[in-house]
């Protein structure tokens, strides 16, 4: 059993917690994930680490609440325990191969939380760091102050102009490209529209564009195939072989059908749930 | 048991040529239910059954069992209706003979020898296996064996399948702390994720892993081993002097055809995976999501195609339909696996094979564009190879789409392992008493044969703790240890 240590609301549905959980903590990298499972019943699902703190023994993970599971791993308390906690899992990858140079690091949404990690990595490599992180609107915007911390600038979107600029990260990004192609690399984190609209956007710049896959997963290890992805003429599976992977020739529009594999089936576990806790 | 009797049984059993059949659900009823399919022999059939065994002296049905099982004798036990000896005598060899005497494809191992088959059938030893397995579940809490006083050595075993139980059981016999490590919440490999409930009940596994838990194994689950540790860190920081690896092959193959992507389209792992582990055959208590067509196609010939056709039955298809491009009598899979699935309505589309998976516009399958396909010369494993029939090509509309074709080695424990040397297929090279190239780590089962049968793991994880415990409390030494190319 792998305890809850502390949560935290970062905002409407929004979760902060940190699980007891040593082995994980020792070994988990930047841009890799865990699994998790709340109890018996309950399925298996994959949330990057955004945090760890080997002496501690600890992992952070933020969640939103979008669906049964999450739902439920939202209404659990510090002290409260939680079956499985898998991990690390996924790639590591250095993507400045040592060199110093300048990135940028683009977040959407719930996409800030895996991005602080990795830009906090590059910020401590001595990279030069610029962040773009955007969100619908001010109240949902998590991590800012975070991430300010690991950037030497920051830029900050709301869809409804609510805080920073009123609109979305790629138009930033496209101003900051259209000053300067001086970048060794994008790495963009969000909902897989906003990734995509990213990586189309830099393309023509010539400039890598990194992304983190969030396809449907069961076991994560490479063992099913639910996660494959099209990366030009190969499939890729993004739990092994990513999740963060180099996103030029990845088939978007498939993975994005693929991710409503099971709308109708989450739609009845969570009514089902919703009804057995009385909501 | 008077003489009389036994002269009188022994005839009887003679002019038995067919075994005795073996209860089960009618197809109506189980096509649609996950419980187990066959019933099993009661004490009388078994013992009906047993006096067809001639006990030959030389007992070529030893010959054909990949552990040895003294068949002669277990059969002789329960002829005289002493069940505990028979189980006694199985257990001597095999570790999981419930398993076993369900799975095995006895038509190709202990089966196939037997004298009784030449005319006729032969005498039906799975069933006869399961038989004393179950009696003895029945009797309560399985005996366990004094163990060996602890000899100080602790030994890992990475991978939770029947290959990894085995090792781990027969060391803790031995007197070594045993610490299995395995990447799922629960144990049993392929026997929990692949085989499904109505093949192989899950308190099955259950009831052996608590089994070896009393022989002292500890078990370690959620633990990707690879990721969480290295071998060298085990080593190093947990003092383990030898590792057993048995990691299966846990890497699903495509067909590498057009539409595989589409939604719709599984792999068997995936949907087996679904289905047993997660359990999403029952989603009023249990989350994972699953999902099956009206029709639905699974390409393949394997017990791994049976598996996933008949568990799309049950979770509610209309047609299910098997293509495979060879013909019946070719399939790999087990006999009565074919004919049960045939039995429950399972629609065999024989000699066609798959080539392109077509899609709607919303990016689920709606067809299956195929070809027919013809018995050409033999092929290098002395099959006919199947070859295409130009201009026949035709769909088949269905909604769903499984692919069991087979599986690789899943590569993330050897790729965490410099030093550990596989194949050009990514298969654990292994001598063969399952040493590696790294001395101390010992291999076994599919990650190193490539997918093959459960007894065939279990008699590797057999021979492999054979060698970890001459390597650590025997003969051989380190300078010993076989250099690999
Ligand atoms: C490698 C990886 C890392 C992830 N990291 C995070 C993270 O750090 N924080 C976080 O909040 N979420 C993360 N996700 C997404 C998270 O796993 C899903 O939100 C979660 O599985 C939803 O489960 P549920 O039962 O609550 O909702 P469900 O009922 O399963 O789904 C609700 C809605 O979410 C969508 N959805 C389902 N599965 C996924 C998925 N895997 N990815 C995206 N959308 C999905 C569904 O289409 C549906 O609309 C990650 C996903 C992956 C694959
Ligand atoms: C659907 C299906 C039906 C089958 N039916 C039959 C049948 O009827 N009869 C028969 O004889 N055979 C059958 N087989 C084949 C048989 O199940 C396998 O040959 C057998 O299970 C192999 O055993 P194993 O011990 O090598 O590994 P597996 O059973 O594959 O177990 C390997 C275990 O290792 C774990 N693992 C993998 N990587 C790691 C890691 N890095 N760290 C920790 N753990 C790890 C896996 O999670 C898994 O639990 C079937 C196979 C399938 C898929
Ligand atoms: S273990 Fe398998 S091969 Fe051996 S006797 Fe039993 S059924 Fe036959
Ligand atoms: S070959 Fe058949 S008849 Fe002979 S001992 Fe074996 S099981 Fe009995
Ligand atoms: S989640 Fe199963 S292979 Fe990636």
Redesign the interface.
Same mark, same amino acid.
């Given at each position: 059993m792998f305890e809850i240590v502390s949560t935290e609301e970062l905002g409407p549905r929004i979760k902060r917690f940190e699980i007891k959980a040593p082995l994980v903590a020792r070994k988990i990298k930047p841009g890799q994930f865990i699994m998790l499972r709340i109890d018996d019943n309950g399925e298996r699902i994959p949330l990057t680490m955004v945090d760890h703190d080997a002496e501690a023994g600890t992992v952070t993970i933020i969640f939103e609440e979008v669906g049964k599971t999450t739902i439920q791993l939202g209404k659990l308390k510090t002290g409260d325990e939680l079956l499985d906690f898998i991990g690390p899992l996924g790639a590591y990858h250095d993507m400045t191969g040592g060199e110093h140079g300048r990135v940028i690091g683009v977040g959407g949404g719930i996409g800030n939380a895996p991005l602080l990690p990795k830009v906090s990595e590059f910020h401590e490599q001595g990279l030069e760091v610029t962040g773009i992180i955007g969100a619908r609107s001010k109240e949902i915007l998590i991590l800012e102050d975070e991430i300010k911390a690991a950037c030497d600038t920051l830029h900050i979107c709301t869809d409804d102009g609510s805080h920073g600029h009123h609109g979305f990260v790629s138009d930033v990004l496209k101003q900051l490209l259209d000053e300067s192609t001086d970048y060794d690399f994008v790495l963009a984190i969000g909902p897989p529209i906003m990734m995509k609209v990213c990586r189309d956007l830099v393309k023509p710049y010539g400039v890598p564009c990194y992304v983190s896959l969030n396809t449907i997963m069961v076991d994560g290890t490479g063992m099913c195939g639910s996660c494959r992805v099209s990366v030009g003429d190969e499939v890729k599976f993004a739990c092994v072989d990513g999740p963060e992977m180099r996103g030029e020739e990845i088939d978007f529009e498939e993975m994005m059908a693929r991710q409503r594999r099971y709308v109708d089936e989450e739609q009845c576990a969570l009514e089902r749930y919703l009804k057995e806790v009385g909501e | 048991m008077t003489e009389e009797e036994r002269k009188r049984r022994k005839r009887e059993g003679l002019q038995l040529l067919e075994k005795i059949s073996m209860p089960e659900q009618e197809p109506e009823v189980r096509a649609r239910n996950f419980k187990e399919v066959p019933h099993g022999y009661t004490a009388e059939m078994a013992v009906e059954e047993a006096w067809r065994c001639i006990q030959c002296k030389n007992s070529p049905c030893v010959q054909g069992c990949p552990v040895e099982i003294d068949i002669p004798a277990f059969i002789r036990a329960i002829q005289e209706e002493n069940f505990q000896e028979s189980v006694d005598v199985i257990k001597r060899t095999n570790a999981l003979p419930a398993v076993c005497g369900r799975v095995c494809p006895q038509e190709e191992q202990c089966e196939k020898l037997c004298v009784r088959g030449k005319k006729g059938m032969p005498v039906a030893i799975g069933r006869l296996e399961r038989f004393a397995a179950d009696w003895e579940a029945e009797q309560g809490e399985a005996k366990v064996p004094e163990t060996a006083p602890p000899n100080g050595h602790k030994v890992a075993v990475i991978g939770c399948g029947p290959g990894g139980m085995t090792c781990a059981g027969d060391l803790a016999l031995l007197g070594y702390e045993v610490h299995v490590y395995e990447? /799922?919440?629960a144990s049993g490999g392929v026997l929990r994720y692949g085989i499904p409930e109505f093949r192989l009940p899950k308190d099955i596994v259950d009831r052996e892993t608590h089994y070896l838990e009393q022989l002292g194994v500890h078990f370690h689950? !959620?633990?990707?081993i690879g990721?969480? #540790?290295t071998l060298e860190e085990m080593r190093e920081e947990e003092g383990f002097e030898a590792f057993y690896i048995g990691t299966g092959a846990? *890497? +699903?193959w /495509?067909m %590498?055809i057009e539409g =595989?992507?589409l !939604?719709?389209v599984?792999?068997a792992? =995936?949907f087996l &995976?679904?289905a047993n582990l997660?359990r999403a055959y029952d +989603? @009023? !208590?249990? @989350? &994972? +999501? &699953? #999902?099956v067509g009206e029709n639905t196609a699974v390409v393949g010939g394997g017990n791994v195609a049976m598996d996933s056709a008949r568990t799309a039955l049950r979770l509610g298809a209309e047609n299910v339909y098997i293509v495979y491009r060879r013909s019946w009598e070719q399939m790999p899979a087990r006999d009565e696996e074919m004919e049960h699935a045939r039995e429950e309505g399972v629609d065999f589309r024989l000699l066609q094979n798959p080539i392109a998976i077509l899609g709607d516009e %919303?990016?689920w399958v709606k067809g299956v564009k195929c070809i027919k396909m013809e018995l050409g010369e033999p092929d290098a494993s002395g099959r006919r190879r199947p070859v295409p029939i130009e201009g026949s090509e035709f769909v088949l509309d269905i909604d769903c789409f499984i692919v069991a074709i087979g599986n690789g080695p !899943? +590569? *993330?424990l050897p790729d965490a392992t410099p030093e550990l040397k596989v194949n050009k297929w990514g298969n654990i090279t292994a001598d063969e008493i399952g040493r590696t190239s790294i001395p101390g780590v010992f291999a076994g089962g599919d990650i190193v044969t490539g997918a093959a049968t459960v007894i065939e793991a279990m008699g590797a994880g057999k021979i492999a703790a054979r060698g970890i415990h001459d390597y650590l409390d025997g003969d051989m030494s380190e300078t010993d240890w076989p250099a690999f190319e």
């Open positions: - | 990447a /799922f919440h689950y !959620n633990m990707v990721n969480v #540790w846990g *890497l +699903p /495509f %590498k =595989e992507n !939604n719709g599984y792999s792992n =995936e &995976t679904r997660m +989603p @009023d !208590n249990y @989350d &994972t +999501p &699953t #999902w %919303k990016g !899943n +590569p *993330l």
